[in-house]
């Protein structure tokens, strides 16, 4: 058994590791500074209390994006010097960050114990490789994200960070093969275990989901599919799962072998990024060769997002959640006793809310961020919640799931076919939205995204946006010149959050306008780039008139975009005269 001794390293701070709402992100020639990432995971260990780290287990992985491997070695080494008693790996480097909640909250080790936290490595759905981006953050025991209290700590300590622990001499471990490295140090063993990555995960979703049932659907010869992982981890998750476990024939897979560039794409479940799904799906602006399949999904990077399509049509995330919230007790058997409640992000558009007011379930409107979700789901006030941004999930773990939501949709889509696999057409996903907008209305939606701007320019927007507030008059002058048919602003804020189970506040979490007839203006600055600011605009107009609820949404809603951009006079503080994204 190889032995190591503990070094202190000493070491200066580094401006700006400031985690945002998932973790720190940057380039990964930032990352790969002398003794960066080192000082990040030190103020980490130092943020957390002794007992969540000495003699402790740690799960340490991610979505396998360029500088993983080398990251991973690096906390290796000092989680060692720290008094960790084990680390727990993915075979090569790889969970998806659902998953890395799961082995968190499920799995068990050989001695019967759990893990009490985990380092996941990803930058989630930005760009990988030697130029682009790469991340981290921490999870606590719960499997849910650090919460703002941790958060804060960490980065007050790279303010003044002076050494770390490390064990230089460890030996790097082999995380290609299944099994366990031990080594002893200055505390005793330490043990290095490298576990399938698909395992914990596969057990829990055949624990939440009817899989017979998905398989029939998915035997069916009038029912075809396609997964595009955008060559992120979901890959793994996909192949094990739709065609070991479910059955679906490989081909049915796209871009599902994990890269650490993602195949020079952007791992962004989205029209704009997952341009192959989307020209199989019929969405494409070319004529698509042959039918397009029944059913489309996509992952990012690191399988928490998910983007849901039927043929020819594209399913809005804020949609997405509702439908699974409306259809959840009878399609899905973890959900058979009936949801606690459901929630969701500030921006996301409100046909969750029309959903939770028919079935008489709990609401909560949260800021962005996952960990808002978490602790509704501790408190058992919360089942399944979603955010417009591609993510969804429920309370079978403390993050998004990609894979999951993809799941559900099979679920719902298998209840409403199960008597018509063997004749008649089969409900479709459209058929699907289509009649939920019958029954609970439409809500209009769309997102603009103006990435990589100038942060100054970003910033001075959101304060004119903020000063505006004080005088409604003069917004609904603006209003009415841009286009007397849209409605009066009757109020506008900067939304606050306090948190019903902890009693802490969040505040500055978007700048909301808010009008006569339900519409929404919400103006964000997004902590998820690792470079510049990006500017989201998020638009939204609610429609419960069954003859008006098929119009082309971005037709619906261009008077409110037209005065989006007058208000917030986005041309002049950014330069841009075209959004980079549009979902």
Request: hydrophobic share 35%; net charge negative.
């Amino acid at each position: 058994m190889a032995t190591f001794k503990v070094s202190r390293i000493q070491t200066k701070p580094y401006d700006g590791q400031k985690p945002g709402t998932s973790g720190l992100r940057k380039k990964v020639k930032v990352f790969a500074q002398p003794h960066y990432l080192e000082n990040f995971v030190q103020c980490t260990f130092n943020a957390l209390t002794a007992d969540r780290i000495k003699g402790k287990t740690l799960v340490v992985s991610g979505d396998g994006r360029y500088y993983s491997e080398e990251a991973i070695q690096i906390i290796i080494k000092m989680s060692a010097a720290n008094g960790v008693k084990c680390v727990w790996v993915g075979q090569n480097t790889l969970l998806a960050t659902p998953a890395v909640s799961a082995v968190i909250r499920e799995r068990v080790g050989k001695d019967g114990s759990k893990a009490s936290g985990a380092f996941i490595l990803t930058a989630s759905h930005n760009p990988g490789g030697p130029n682009e981006d790469f991340g981290i953050k921490y999870n606590m025991e719960n499997g849910g994200p650090a919460p703002e209290g941790v958060t804060d700590k960490i980065y007050e300590n790279t303010t003044t960070i002076n050494e770390y622990l490390t064990a230089e001499d460890l030996p790097d471990v082999d995380i290609s093969k299944v099994g366990t490295t031990s080594f002893s140090g200055p505390d005793g063993k330490f043990e290095v275990e490298v576990f399938d990555s698909t395992d914990t995960y596969v057990k829990l979703m055949k624990s939440i989901f009817d899989f017979e049932a998905i398989k029939k659907l998915l035997s069916c010869p009038k029912f075809t599919f396609c997964y595009d992982a955008l060559h992120g981890v979901a890959g793994v998750y996909a192949k094990r799962i739709f065609v070991e476990e479910l059955g679906a024939n490989e081909s049915s897979l796209l871009n599902c072998t994990p890269k650490k560039d993602f195949g020079g794409g952007h791992p962004d479940p989205n029209l704009t990024y997952a341009k192959e799904l989307v020209q199989r799906m019929g969405l494409g602006k070319s004529n698509t060769e042959g039918e397009p399949p029944e059913f489309g999904a996509a992952a990012d990077g690191d399988a928490d997002r998910n983007m849901v399509l039927g043929k020819r049509f594209f399913v809005t995330p804020s949609d997405s959640v509702a439908i699974i919230a409306a259809n959840a007790v009878e399609a899905i058997p973890y959900f058979s006793g009936g949801l606690k409640g459901v929630a969701r992000s500030m921006p996301t558009s409100a046909a969750l809310d029309v959903v939770a007011k028919a079935l008489n379930l709990k609401f909560f409107e949260v800021p962005t961020g996952w960990k808002f979700f978490g602790n509704l789901m501790d408190a058992g006030l919360c089942s399944v919640c979603g955010e417009e941004s591609f993510g969804t999930g429920s309370d079978h773990v403390r993050e998004k799931d990609g894979i999951w939501a993809v799941l559900a949709w099979l679920s719902i889509l298998g209840q409403k076919n199960k008597d018509k696999l063997n004749g008649e057409n089969l409900v479709t996903v459209e058929d699907i939205v289509r009649q939920h907008w019958v029954t609970y209305g439409r809500h209009y939606y769309t997102r603009y995204d103006y990435e990589n701007v100038d942060a100054g320019g970003a910033k001075e927007l959101m304060a004119n946006l903020v000063n505006l507030q004080s005088d409604l008059s003069e917004v609904n002058k603006i209003v009415k010149g841009v286009n007397s048919a849209v409605a009066n602003v009757k109020s506008a804020d900067e939304f606050q959050y306090t948190d019903p189970v902890d009693g802490s506040v969040s505040k500055h979490q978007g700048i909301r306008y808010l009008f006569e007839d339900g519409s929404r203006l919400v103006f964000r600055l997004s902590g998820t780039g690792s470079e510049g600011a990006t500017v989201r605009v998020y638009i939204e107009q609610y429609e419960n008139d069954s003859s008006k609820i098929s119009r082309d949404s971005q037709e619906a809603l261009k008077p409110l975009v037209d005065v989006a951009l007058k208000l917030s006079k986005m041309q002049e503080f950014t330069g841009r005269s075209e959004p980079t994204v549009i979902t």
